[in-house]
């Protein structure tokens, strides 16, 4: 993920930096051409928080422009993980939404991602989530992506990839009194 933040004119004495809750971040600042961008690798629920671009000038804060990160969550139902010729559903949530944001499932084929569902979720809505049904899952469709789009700039990408069971899962069969029960035809 990565964010930035631009200024119209950088004086010679002036450092433009990014912190998380106000204190120097781990993540490196690579300035250009009077942009300062922050990118976070590995998103985790460990990366939320405030991040703050400053403008400095001969050791004073002329400016500081906070950003909140809230990081995507993604699961899949059922829980334990999915099986050969069953539904799964894919969830992708944010837990905040300002102003708008889209958010959308990418089939990934190829090192590509390919559009599968979106939806835009608007300051106030209810809904944070975004579900897509996979009918049958089969070898081909076990690797995906939910991202998160900002006036059409990406702000977020969660990759999701899912494993088959190497053996079929069969139906536990009902017993009475020690015998099995058999259909009657």
């Not at 190829?110 to 996979?134: A, S, Y």
């Not at 469709?141 to 069969?170: D, G, K, N």
Request: charge should be neutral; hydrophobic fraction near 35%.
């Amino acid at each position: 993920m990565t964010m930035s933040c631009e200024v119209s004119r950088l004086p010679d004495s002036a450092t433009l930096d990014w912190e998380r809750d106000r204190e120097p971040t781990a993540n490196t600042t690579l300035i250009i051409n009077q942009t300062a961008h922050i990118t976070i690798h590995s998103t985790d629920l460990h990366s939320e928080g405030t991040y703050s671009c400053t403008l400095q000038w001969n050791g004073a804060l002329i400016f500081s422009v906070p950003k909140t990160l809230k990081v995507s969550r993604v699961s899949t139902v059922p829980p334990g993980g999915p099986s050969r010729n069953h539904s799964v559903v894919l969830n992708c949530e944010i837990s905040q939404v300002i102003g708008s944001v889209t958010l959308a499932w990418l089939w990934m084929r190829g090192g590509r991602g390919e559009l599968v569902k979106q939806e835009v979720l608007r300051e106030g809505h209810p809904n944070r989530i975004l579900n897509l049904t996979l009918l049958g899952l089969s070898e081909d469709q076990l690797h995906w992506a939910c991202v998160v789009f900002t006036e059409s700039m990406l702000r977020a990408q969660v990759p999701l990839h899912l494993t088959l069971p190497t053996t079929p899962i069969t139906e536990p069969q009902e017993k009475t009194k020690g015998k099995n029960l058999q259909p009657s035809l």
